[in-house]
C-alpha cells in the first residue's frame, strides 16, 4: 500500500488562489459585527493522499448561537489535482431537543465544471458528554448528476484533552452501488492563541466512497475505486456507469489546516 507523501512547497499559482480566496472571505464576513452574536472563522487545508493526490481549500464560516437553534453558513474552494478546481457552499442547523443533546442537520452543493450538481447532506443527534466532550452519530448521502451516489453512517467523538489541545476520532461505513466501504480517522486541535488554530488528521479509508470529505473527491472519489478511469467520475469522462468489481481499495490520508477566528 503506498503511502502519501506531504509537499509542504507552495507554488506562487496556489498561494495567490489561496490569497484572492482569502480576501474575498475576509469580505464577505465584514458584516458578521453588524448581526450581534455572529462568530467568523477563517481557513486554509492542504490534503495529501496516496498516488501523488493533494488539495488545497481556503475556506471561511459564519454561525449563530440563538435561542432556539444554532445556525451556520460556510463557503470553501478546493483546488483538487485530480477533480480540479470547485466550490462548496454549505449550510448547516443545529436544534436543542434535550438538556445535552442537540440534533444537527447540514447540506452542501457543489459548483464547477467538473462536479456540477454534486450535493451531500448530513443530519442526526449530537450529545453533550460533558467536560467539554461530544458524541454525534450521523447519516450522510451524496448524489451528483452521474449517477454517483452514496450512503453512510459515521460517529464523531471530540474531547478537551488539555486547556490548548482538543482531540477528535471518527468512524464511518458507507454503501455505495454494490461496494461497502469504511473510513477512520484521528485528528488534533492546537489552540494556538486565542484567534489560532492548528489542525491536523491522518485516516485510513477501505473501498471509501468520500462522504466525508471536504468534496467528493478529497477522501477518495466517490466511487472511483470500483469503476474504470473515466466512468461515473466527476469530470472523468462520459458520465456512464459501469459494473463494480471486487477489488478492495485502501488508501491512507493526511491533512493540515490553521483556523483564524473572530
Sequence with gaps: MPTPLIDCSISGRHAMRGLVAAVAIAAWTLPAAALGPVDA????????????????????????????????????????????????????????????????????????????????????????????RTLGVFFSRYDDNLRNASNGVSAEFDARVVPRLSGSVSASIQRA????????????????????????????????????GVLPGPRGEVLSQNRGPGRGRPGGGSGTTTSTTSATSTFTSAQLGVRVNF
Design 41 to 132: 472563522t477563517l481557513g486554509y487545508d492542504f490534503y495529501s493522499a496516496a498516488d501523488g493526490r493533494t488539495s488545497w481549500a481556503p475556506m471561511g464560516e459564519l454561525s449563530s448561537d440563538l435561542k432556539a437553534c444554532v445556525v451556520s453558513a460556510g463557503v470553501s474552494h478546493v483546488d483538487d489535482n485530480s477533480i480540479g478546481m470547485a466550490w462548496g457552499f454549505t449550510g448547516g442547523v443545529k436544534f436543542r431537543v434535550a438538556p445535552h443533546a442537540h440534533f444537527a442537520l447540514d447540506a452542501t452543493g457543489f459548483a464547477s465544471d467538473s462536479v456540477s450538481g454534486a450535493w451531500k447532506i448530513r443530519t442526526g443527534p449530537e450529545f453533550d458528554l460533558g467536560r467539554e
Design 177 to 212: 452501488a454494490d461496494v461497502t466501504g469504511g473510513d477512520v480517522s484521528a485528528g488534533a486541535s492546537w489552540h494556538l492563541t486565542g484567534m489560532i488554530d492548528l489542525t491536523a488528521e491522518g485516516g485510513v479509508s477501505v473501498n471509501g466512497t468520500g462522504l466525508q
